[in-house]
C-alpha cells in the first residue's frame, strides 16, 4: 500500500506507514477489537497483531540478551486510557552463545482501553496507536506504524467479533494463568536454584522453563536443569540457574513455563521470595540458658548412643569392647580417649563446617549430609565394605578393618598387635559421630538450634558437649573396670556375633540405597549399585591376588585402587543436575497402601498462613526419608484410623513437608522453631499460639492434642465476650 | 584427590551421562582484573590487554549495520565520546565479534573505510572473527561498552546509555553510562553505575 510513500520513507527512519492494518517489510500489523461495537463505562478488549515473516522474531517483555519489546504510543480521545501491552508466553530462541526471548510467525499483545461512563452514546471512538517494535533474523530492523483504530459506540457492547474470537483466545492462552508466590529463589554453591510450588493441574511437567522479567537476574542462555523434589506430593520443581552480573539486586519475578505430557503449555507470573539465612533466633531460644542447652546437648548425645541410626556402630563398638576384655587398663583408658577424640574432632570439624555455611549464607540444617547424595552413595558403600569384612567374605587389611571394629583386630588371637588399635579407635570414633549427626533425636533439635544462633566459640561448646554425651558410654566402659569386666570372655562366640552383626551393616546399606532412590531416582540407585559391583569385585581381585607370588599382590591392589575409584566417581555423579526423580515415579507409591492416611497436603507457608487466617487448626508434620523417627512416628501415630478420624471431624488441615533433600522453605520454618532438623510436628490452634508436639508421638498423645482443640470457640463459651 | 582434580572429572562424568550442560566460563565482574584478551587489530598489530598496563581503556563492541549502532554513529554521538575519551587519555578499541559469514562481519579494509566514512576515532579496531574476545567478556550487543581502569581492573560494563530504543532523538535525553563512569574515575570515585543493562542487536557470533 501506498507505494509513493516508499522510496521518501525508506530514508527518514523510523519508518512510519498509517493504516490497519499496515505491511512493513517483515510485519503485518493489526490493531483489532474483540467486539465491534463498545459501549460507555466498559472496558473493550484490544489486540496489537504482528504477523512475522518466517525466520524473523519480535520479543518478550524482557527480550533476553538483545533485542527491544514492542511499544504503543496512543493518541486517544479524553477520557479513553489504554493499559499496559500484555505479553503471551515467549519462545526461548537462541542465537550462538545467547539467547533471547520472543515470538515467531505471530505476536499477540493484548491490551485493555478504559471508556468513560459519560461518552456520547453514537460517537464513534477514535484511536490512534503509534506501534514500535524490532523485529529480527540475523540482522534487526526497528519498525513502526500507526495503525488507526475507530469504535462505535452504543449503550451496550456489541456481540465478540467473530473474525477475531481465535485470535483473542489464543491471546488468552498464552496470558499467565496466575501468580505463583510460594517460590524460593537462593543463590547455591553451584549457582542458584528457584524452587517453586507447582500448580494442582501441572504436578507432572515434562518441560520447566523460567523467563526472568530483568535483565541481569540469570544468564538467559543457560541450561536450566529441573527436577521435580521428591515431595511427598510431587508438588515442587526445583531450577538450577546460572546468576547473571545483578542477581543480587535484580527483581526475581519472572514467567514460569510449564509443559505436560499431554503437550499443553501454560504459563504461570513467578514472584519468588529471595531465600534467607537461617534468622537469629527468636526470643524464645534465647531464653534456653547455656547450662541448659549445655545439658540438653550432653543427654543428646547420650541418647544418640540408642537411635536407630547410631545402632550399627554402637554394635561395632560393643564388639571392640569385648576385644579389649584382654587388654590393661590402662590400654583401655588409651582406647577409650582415641576414641572420644575421634567423636570430639568429627564434631568439631562438622561444627565448624556447618558454622562457615551459615556464614556463606546457605541456611542448611544438620541433617544436611544424607541430603547429599554422594554423601549417601558413599556411605552405603562403606556400609556394604563393611558388612563383607564382617560377615567374612573379606579379609581386610588393619585400616578398613579397624574403622570398622575399633580395636577389634586386638581380638584376633595371634595375629594381635597391641599398638594397632588408637588410630582404629579414633576412627570409629568419628564413624560414629558421622552416622549419629543426620540422627535430630529430641533433645539434639534444640540445642542445636540454640547452638546455630550463637557465636561461634558457644555454637562449638554445645556441639562438643553434645559429642562427648555420644563418646561417654564407651569411655566409661573403658575407663571402669567393674563394668568392663562384666563383659563376656572372648571366645568363639565373638566369631558368631560379628557374623550376625554383618546383617545390620548391610540393612544400613539398604536403608541408605532406599534414601538414594528418593533423591537421586532410578538413575542414581543404578550408578550406586554399579559402583557397589566394581568396589566388590575390585576387593575380591586383591583378596584373590594378595598371597599370589609377584607382581599379582601388586596388580590386585591396583585393581581394588582403581576399582574404588570408580566407584568414588559414580557416587559423584549421583549429584548430576539432570539426575532427576522422574516423573513417572511418583512417591505415591509409599501412599497406596491400603493404610489409613489422613487427607494431607504438602506444606507451603502461603497454604499455612492461609488457613490460619481462615481460623482454620492446622497440624504441620515436618519428616524426611531419612529420618527414621519421622518414618516410626507416620506409621505408629498420625496413620491411625482414630487420628485421621479425628483431624477430619475437627477440620484440620494436615500440611507435610518433606526434606529429604533441601528445602528451604522448611528449613526456614525450623528455624522458626529453633530447629535444624525434622521431626517437628506443630499443632494450630484456631486462634492463638501453636504448640509444639514431642519429637516422639504416640496415637494417645497425638489424640489428645487434637482433642483440646475441641471446643470450635473456647474463648465464647467461657463467656469472654469481647 | 584434590578438588581440581574431582571437579573436571565430574563434569566430564555428567557430560558422560548426556544429562546436563555445564556452561564452565569465567564471567567478567567488576572490580576483578578483566579478562585478558589477544586480537588482531585492521593493521595486523596484535593487542593485548596485559600490554596496555597504565592506561585507562574502553572496549565498544559494534557492528555498522545494528540500528542501534547506527543511532550513536548517525547522532555524532559514538565519535563524540571517543574523542572525548582519548583526550582524557583513555585507549579505545572497537571490537567487531561478527564471524565470518555472519552480518556485520568486515575485511580490514571495509573496517578502515567505515573508520573513516563515519569520522569515528577508535584507538583502533579489533577483528575479533572467531569470538574469543567477545566470549570472553560476555559481550551480548551491539553496542556494549565496557570501561578498564589503568590497573587492568574492569570499572564498567553494560550499555552505552540508559535509553534502549533505535530513536536517535533519544541521544540527547540519554544518561551516558560511560562518560558518568570517565567523571567518576577522573574524580577519583567508585564509578557509581558499574553494571547495566547492554541494549541493541545480538553479537554475531
Redesign the interface.
Known sequence: MRHGLVLPLLLL??LLVWGNPVSTEQVTARLVAERLVVAPGEGAELLLVLDIRPGWHTYWRNPG????PPRIVWELPAGVAAGTLQFPAPELIR????A?FGYSNRALHPVSLEIPANWPVGEPIRVRALA?W?V?E?????ESAVLDLSLPVADRPGPPDPEVARLFQEAREGLPLRAISDAVLRATPEGARLDVALPASVRRPVVVHFFPST??LI?HA??Q?WRLAPDADGGRVQIEL?P???FESADPGGLLVLRSGDGVSRSYDLNPRRGVEVPPGPETMSSLGLPLALGFAFLGGLILNLMPCVFPVLAIKVLSLAGQGALDLRRRAVHGLSYTAGVLVFFALLGGLLLGLRAGGAALGWGFQLQYPPFVALMAYLFLVLGLALAGALILGARLMGLAGGSQGASQGSSRRPNQGLGAAFAAGALAALVAAPCTAPFMGAALGYAVTLAWPLALAILLTLGLGLAAPFLLLSLWPALAARLPRPGPWMEVLKQLLAFPLFGTAAWLLWVLSVQSGP?GVALVLSGMLLLTFGLWVRERTALAAAPWPWLGTAASVAAL?GA??LA??T?????ETPPNTPGAEWRTEPRPQPDQEPYSAERLAAARAEGRPVLVNMTAAWCITCLVNERVALSSRRVAEQLAAGDVLYLKGDWTNRDPAITDYLAGFGRTGVPIYVLYPRAGEPRVLPQILTPAIVEAAIASLGDPDPGLSRGEIP | ?TRSL?RP??VA??LV?????Q?ADA?P??GKPAPDFSVADTTGKTWSLADLAGKGLILEWTNH????VRKHYGSGNMQALQKEARDAGYLWLSVISSAPG???HVTPAQADELTKSRGAAPTAVLLDGD?AMG?AYGA??TPNMFVIDGTGTLVY?GGIDDR????PADVERAENYVRLAMTDLAAGRPVSNP?T?????????
Open positions: 527512519p523510523p540478551d538483545s533485542g527491544e542465537v550462538g552463545p545467547l533471547n514500535h524490532l529480527c540475523e540482522h534487526c530492523i526497528p535483565w541481569g544468564e543457560a541450561e536443569p546460572t547473571d552480573a545483578e538413575t575409584a568414588l566417581w559423584l555423579l549429584e548430576c543436575p539432570g539426575i | 584427590m574431582t572429572l565430574i562424568g555428567c551421562l548426556a544429562l546436563t550442560v556452561p564471567k565482574e567488576v549495520d545494528c540500528p542501534y555472519k552480518q556485520g569470538g566470549l551480548k550487543t560494563m534502549p530504543t533505535t530513536d553494571v543493562r547492554p541494549y541493541g542487536c545480538s553479537v554475531k557470533y
